[in-house]
C-alpha cells in the first residue's frame, strides 16, 4: 500500500464539502484529508460530527518571567490576617507529622501514564496504539486532552484526526473543539481561522465554549473585530464572563482602538461582572502614551478599592511604570510597607485608619444584629430564652473594654490546666484596668482536672462572666457584647468568624465587617503558663487602595505567596507626585 503526504488546508477542501443525512460533513472522495501528515491512499472522506459540547478553558500558564519588586528590610508583625499566614500553618503540620499529613490531604498518588507521542504518526501506528489503550472507546478524546495538558506539538494532533478521519469518516464535535483549543493555547493563528471557517458555515450557531476559544483565538490577530460579532452571538444566550470580555477589550487595546477597549470595559461593569486583573494590567500598559486618559485609568483604581480588589505583582509594576512615565516626571513609586503606628515608610503620611466611621458602625450593628445574631438560624446554636437573657445581662452592665471567648482562649495550648491558662490571661488584661467580659458555657463551672473551681471563681471576681449551655455556640454572643459596648470595644479569640461573616446579606456589608473584625480582634500570638503573654499587633491603618491629591497607597499580592480571601497583603506601593 503506498502513501501520500496530504497538504490541504481546511479553506481548500470546504468547496467539496457537501451536506449529509447525519448533521456531517462529507468529503469527496478524491480528497483525503487536511492534515498534512503521512495517511494511505485508502482515505476517501472527512466529516465532522456534532457529538457533546467542549468548553475551552481559558487558562493558560503565564510563562513569562516576572521581575522582582524591591525588598524591604523591615520585619513584619506576626498576624492571623497577613497574607501567607494559613498557608505557613500548613506546612508547618506538615513538617511537624511528616509524610502522612501530606497524604490525609491529596490521597494517594496515581501513576500516570504518559504515551503521548513526540512526532505525528501513521494511522497503521495510531491504530496500534488505540489497540493497546485501556479505555480505546475514549481514545481519541483523552489522548486530545493529553496533548493539550503537554501543550503537544501541533503536527501530532493533526496526525490523531487524520487517523480519526479514516478510520470513521468523521471527526466529533468534542474531539474537533479540543484541538481547536490546542491550536489557541498554542497560538496556531492560521489552524484557528481555518476551523473557524468550517465551523461558521456549516453550523449557524455554536455553543458558548467554542465562542469563548474562538474569541481568544481572534484577538491576538488581525481579525480581531470578529471577537465583537462573538460577543454579540454569546449575548443571545448568556451574559459573557468576564474573560470573554477581557480578550475582546485586549484585542481593541493591541490594535490602538481604546475607544473600543472603554467601551466594552463599561458594558462589562455594568453587568455587574468583576473584571481580571490582565484586563486591567492591557489598560495600564497600552496606554503609557496617552496620558489624556489619567481620570479613567484612575477609576480602575478607585473600583478596586470599592470592591477591596487587590492587584497582584505584575498589574502593579504596570500601574508603577505608567504612573513613572507620565509626562514631567510627576510621579515616584517606592515599594514599601506600612509602620505599626499607620504611617507610610516612605512618604511618611498617614494611611486611612481602621476604625469605622459612626455612621459605619451603626450600619454594620444593624446589620449584625439583624442577619447574624437575630438571623433565622441562630436558635440552632442556642435558644430564645437564653438570648433575651444574655441581652438582658449585658444591658444591666457598663460597656465592656474586651470580651474573651473563654474556652477559646483556655485552649490555647495542649500543655496545663485549662483554666490555669484562662486565668492567667483574664489576670493580665485586668491589670490594665479593663471592664471584662468572660463567655464560657456551663460545664466549665462543675469542677474537673481541667476546670478547677478555685481557678474559675477568682475569674469571676477579676470580670463579669456569662456561661451558656453546653449545646450552644458563644460566637453569637461575643459578636452581640462587643457591638453593644461600642466601637471601642474588641474581642478576644483565635476564631475568624468566617461562617458569620458568610451570613451578612451583601458584599458591602462583609468588607465593613471584616474592616471591623481586622480592627477590634485580639489574637494571643505567644503564651507560655506562668510567664509570658503577648497579642499580635491590631493594625491602626486599613489594607486598601487609598489615596489623596498628591499620593496613591496600593497593597499588592506577592508572587509566591498565596493569601486566602480572610488575609491581607503585606507589601505595598506608595506613590508619590514630585514637587
Not at 501506528?125 to 493529553?146: G, I, N, P, Y
Not at 474573560?243 to 463599561?266: F, K, P, Q
Not at 490594665?432 to 464560657?440: A, E, F, H, S
Not at 468588607?511 to 480592627?519: I, P, T, Y
Amino acid at each position: 500500500m503506498g502513501t501520500l503526504l496530504i497538504s490541504c488546508t481546511l479553506n481548500s477542501i470546504y468547496p467539496l464539502l457537501v451536506h449529509s443525512r447525519a448533521s456531517c460533513f462529507a468529503v469527496h472522495k478524491n480528497v483525503s484529508s487536511f492534515f498534512k501528515v503521512w495517511v494511505p491512499l485508502k482515505v476517501q472522506r472527512f466529516s465532522t460530527r456534532v457529538g457533546n459540547s467542549y468548553e475551552g478553558d481559558d487558562k493558560r500558564p503565564n510563562t513569562k518571567q516576572k521581575e522582582q519588586s524591591g525588598k524591604v528590610p523591615h520585619a513584619l508583625p506576626k498576624s492571623v490576617f497577613a497574607a501567607g499566614t494559613a498557608r505557613k500553618k500548613a506546612e508547618f503540620l506538615k513538617q511537624k507529622w511528616g509524610n502522612d499529613f501530606d497524604k490525609a490531604l491529596k490521597g494517594p498518588r496515581k501513576p500516570k501514564e504518559n504515551n503521548i507521542p513526540s512526532q505525528p504518526l501513521s494511522a497503521a501506528q495510531w491504530k496500534t496504539l488505540k489497540d493497546d489503550a485501556r479505555a480505546s472507546h475514549h481514545f481519541e478524546v483523552s489522548m486530545m486532552e493529553k496533548m493539550l495538558a503537554a501543550n503537544s506539538d501541533i503536527d501530532v494532533a493533526k496526525s490523531l484526526l487524520a487517523y480519526v478521519a479514516m478510520e470513521t469518516g468523521t471527526v466529533s464535535y468534542e474531539l474537533l473543539l479540543r484541538y481547536l483549543t490546542l491550536c489557541v493555547h498554542g497560538n496556531h493563528e492560521s489552524e484557528v481561522f481555518d476551523v473557524y471557517d468550517i465551523m461558521k458555515k456549516r453550523f449557524k450557531t455554536l455553543e458558548t465554549g467554542a465562542y469563548s476559544l474562538f474569541i481568544k483565538g481572534f484577538s491576538r490577530t488581525e481579525k480581531w473585530r470578529e471577537c465583537l460579532l462573538l460577543l454579540e452571538s454569546i449575548k443571545r444566550v448568556i451574559t459573557p464572563s468576564p474573560r470573554n470580555y477581557g480578550y475582546a477589550i485586549n484585542g481593541a487595546l493591541l490594535h490602538s482602538d481604546s475607544r473600543t477597549a472603554w467601551v466594552l470595559y463599561e458594558e462589562m461593569v455594568e453587568k455587574g461582572l468583576t473584571p481580571n486583573q490582565e484586563t486591567w494590567q492591557a489598560f495600564f500598559d497600552s496606554d503609557r502614551s496617552a496620558h489624556d486618559s489619567e481620570s479613567k485609568l484612575s477609576s480602575l483604581l478607585l473600583y478596586m478599592r470599592n470592591n477591596q480588589i487587590y492587584p497582584g505583582e505584575a498589574l502593579v509594576k504596570s500601574i508603577k511604570v505608567w504612573f513613572e512615565s507620565v509626562p514631567g516626571n510627576k510621579w515616584n513609586g517606592s515599594w514599601t510597607t506600612p509602620e505599626n503606628s499607620g504611617h507610610c515608610r516612605n512618604c511618611c503620611s498617614s494611611l486611612e485608619s481602621i476604625q469605622l466611621t459612626e455612621d459605619e458602625y451603626n450600619q454594620l450593628k444593624e446589620k449584625v444584629m439583624n442577619d447574624v445574631i437575630q438571623g433565622k438560624d441562630v436558635f440552632k446554636k442556642t435558644t430564645p430564652q437564653e438570648l433575651e437573657s444574655f441581652k438582658s445581662f449585658v444591658k444591666k452592665r457598663p460597656p465592656f473594654d474586651v470580651i474573651i471567648d473563654g474556652l477559646n482562649v483556655a485552649n490555647t495550648t495542649s500543655k496545663g490546666n485549662q483554666s490555669e491558662t484562662l486565668l492567667e490571661v483574664v489576670s493580665h488584661l485586668a491589670q490594665q484596668n479593663l471592664r471584662l467580659l468572660v463567655l464560657g458555657r456551663k460545664h466549665m463551672l462543675r469542677g474537673s482536672r481541667s476546670w478547677d473551681r478555685k481557678n474559675m471563681s477568682v475569674i469571676q471576681q477579676k470580670a463579669d462572666c456569662f456561661f451558656t449551655d453546653n449545646i450552644s455556640e458563644d460566637d453569637p454572643f461575643l459578636l452581640y457584647a462587643t457591638l453593644h459596648s461600642g466601637n471601642h470595644c474588641k474581642f478576644l479569640s483565635r476564631d475568624l468568624m468566617r461562617d458569620h461573616k458568610a451570613c451578612l446579606p451583601d458584599s458591602s456589608t462583609r468588607r465593613l465587617f471584616f474592616k471591623w473584625q481586622r480592627g477590634h480582634q485580639l489574637v494571643l500570638s505567644s503564651y507560655t503558663a506562668g510567664r509570658r503573654i503577648r497579642f499580635e499587633t491590631v493594625p491602626k491603618y486599613d489594607t486598601i487602595i487609598q489615596t489623596e491629591e498628591n499620593s496613591w497607597h496600593i497593597p499588592y499580592d506577592e508572587d509566591g505567596v498565596e493569601r486566602y480571601s480572610y488575609e491581607v497583603p503585606r507589601k505595598w506601593l506608595c506613590l508619590e507626585m514630585k514637587r
